[in-house]
């Protein structure tokens, strides 16, 4: 594949990511209930564990992988803990 096909696409989809993150900070801050903002978290923590990916693929380096095991974990054990001691919104 031509090198200039290849850093098109890669920065195509880096723009798509960065629009993404965006949207999911918006969420975060104007998201009428909690779970709205837990599911923005979920997807900027999917996101940035594309945007490593990109960045793999734009650089050949494999020595974030671990960072993006790392990430994946993380936002595993905050998705369940928020899920496990969620109240409903408007409850005390």
């Not at 209930?33 to 978290?41: E, H, I, Q, T």
């Not at 490593?52 to 998705?79: E, K, Q, R």
């Not at 001691?85 to 005390?92: H, Q, V």
Request: charged content about 15%.
């Amino acid at each position: 594949m031509d090198s200039t096909i290849y850093t098109v696409f890669l920065t195509v989809a880096a723009v798509f990511l960065v629009a993404g993150f965006f949207i999911f900070a918006w969420r975060i801050v104007v998201g009428p209930d909690s779970m709205d903002r837990l599911l923005a978290n979920d997807g900027i923590t999917a996101s940035l564990q594309c945007a490593l990916a990109l960045y793999i693929c734009w650089t050949l380096d494999t020595t974030v992988v671990n960072v993006m095991i790392v990430i994946a974990l993380l936002g595993f054990i905050a998705t369940l803990s928020v899920a496990r001691f969620r109240k409903r919104d408007g409850s005390l």
